[in-house]
Each structure stands twice: as structure tokens, then as C-alpha cells.
């Protein structure tokens, strides 16, 4: 069964730095998918940016971007510029482009971030 | 705007009396799901919905029921709540492609008492 971790409970920035989160997987499967997920105070949970496996190339969402090493199963989110609106907690989650039917997301235990002033 | 609508966004109720939290989308999307977010054990699958009449079982379902009578609407039912069942909870539709994000609903904060 495949399975998320992300290793940083909590993680702090000062505005207008950059910060990385960490993500990393395990899996048998080629053919996967793997989100970031942004959750603010508000709980709506929101998409931060996407990657396809078979991609090499590293998914870019303005000032979000991951690093994504297939071979190492890592996935890490890197917040560029951090704002006051980068504060919430972050989840990274795979899904199986094999699953069947279900288009279920296995997802990590999150990471809290804050955003110092 | 494109949007997954669920409530209540809040509900205290009593063991043992049924509920429905309402989800409802207007995005055309095939794929509609349940889950529930508690402390420690992140966001775990209740029940999914490929299409109109056609549901099946996540990875928690015992306590809960779906249906799915309308391409629009997937309901989340609880005949008798038990205070295990208090939790986040959150809808989520997407396009049939596996490569699709979730949009998700804003949650249902369900208390069991």
C-alpha cells in the first residue's frame, strides 16, 4: 500500500523569505500523481499545484514549486517570497494513476506553517 | 463560479439521530468523494461516487451511507451517529481523469454527543 510522509510537523518563514516543505513516498507503481494542499485557518482545503510522474520537468505555480526526485520519492513544495497568506497547514498527496475506479488521494499528516511579519 | 457546496459548515447533534450533510457541485464533475479529517490520522476516504447510481466503499464507511440520484448532489448520510463519528469533513469532486485535483468543499465540523 502506498504511503505519504511528511517528516516536519511545524516549520516557520519570515515574510519575503523562502521556505521548503518535505514530502516522501513510497510506492511500487510508474504511474502516479502527486498534489499539494493548502488548508488555511478557514479549512477549505485548496490545490497548490500538481505533478504527473511521468513528467521530468518540475511543476510551477508562480510562487510555488516543487522539486521532485522519482527515484528518491520526493516531493517538496518550495514557497518562494512567503506572505502573510502563505500561513496554514500544507498536505502532500499521491494518487495512483492504476487505481480502477477510485480516484482516492493517500495524503501525508501535514505540515504547519507560519509566516512571521 | 465553480464550486463544491456542502452543509451545514457546523452541526452538534445527539447519538443516535440521523443526519445528512449535503454536497452538491456544479462543475459537471463525474468523480465526487467523502472524507473525514481527525487529529494524527489525516484525511481518510469514506465513500466515492464514480457517476449518477454508482458508489462504492472507502477506507471507512462502516456508519455512514451515500447516494447518488443526481450527477450534482452526493449526499453523506449517518442513521445513528455515534460520538466517534465527530469530525471535519470534507466533499470533493473532479473530472474523471486521474490527473485532476480535487475541488473540495469548505467542511462540515460534525460534533457527536
Known amino acids: 500500500a502506498q504511503t505519504v510522509t511528511q517528516s516536519q510537523p511545524e516549520m516557520s518563514v519570515q515574510e519575503a523569505e523562502t521556505v521548503t516543505l518535505s514530502c516522501t513516498y513510497d510506492?511500487?507503481?510508474?504511474?502516479?500523481?502527486l498534489f499539494w494542499y493548502k488548508q488555511p485557518p478557514s479549512r477549505q482545503m485548496i490545490l497548490v499545484i500538481r505533478?504527473?510522474?511521468?513528467k521530468q520537468q518540475n511543476a510551477t505555480e508562480n510562487r510555488f514549486s516543487v522539486n521532485f526526485q522519482k527515484a528518491a520519492k520526493s516531493f517538496s513544495l518550495k514557497i518562494s517570497d512567503s506572505q502573510l497568506g502563505d500561513a496554514a497547514m500544507y498536505f502532500c498527496?499521491?494518487?495512483?494513476?492504476?487505481?480502477?475506479?477510485?480516484?482516492?488521494?493517500?495524503w501525508g499528516l501535514g505540515t504547519s506553517l507560519a509566516v512571521n511579519p | 463560479e465553480a464550486q463544491v457546496t456542502q452543509n451545514p459548515r457546523y452541526l452538534i447533534t445527539v447519538t443516535g439521530k440521523k443526519l445528512t450533510v449535503t454536497c452538491s457541485q456544479n462543475?459537471?464533475?463525474?468523480?465526487m468523494s467523502w472524507y473525514r479529517q481527525d487529529p494524527g490520522l489525516g484525511l481518510r476516504q469514506i465513500y466515492y461516487?464514480?457517476?449518477?447510481?454508482?458508489?462504492d466503499k472507502g477506507d471507512v464507511p462502516e456508519g455512514y451511507k451515500v447516494s447518488r440520484k443526481e450527477k450534482r448532489n452526493f449526499p453523506l448520510i449517518l442513521e445513528s451517529p455515534s460520538p466517534n463519528q465527530t469530525s471535519l469533513y470534507f466533499c470533493?469532486?473532479?473530472?474523471?481523469?486521474?490527473?485532476?485535483?480535487?475541488?473540495f468543499g469548505s467542511g462540515t465540523r460534525l460534533t457527536v454527543v
Open positions: 470533493a469532486s473532479s473530472f474523471q481523469g486521474a490527473n485532476y485535483g480535487y475541488t
Open positions: 462543475m459537471n464533475h463525474e468523480y
Open positions: 461516487s464514480m457517476n449518477v447510481e454508482v458508489t
Open positions: 510506492t511500487s507503481e510508474s504511474d502516479y500523481y
Open positions: 505533478q504527473e510522474a511521468y
Open positions: 498527496a499521491y494518487r495512483s494513476a492504476n487505481a480502477g475506479n477510485n480516484r482516492k488521494l493517500i
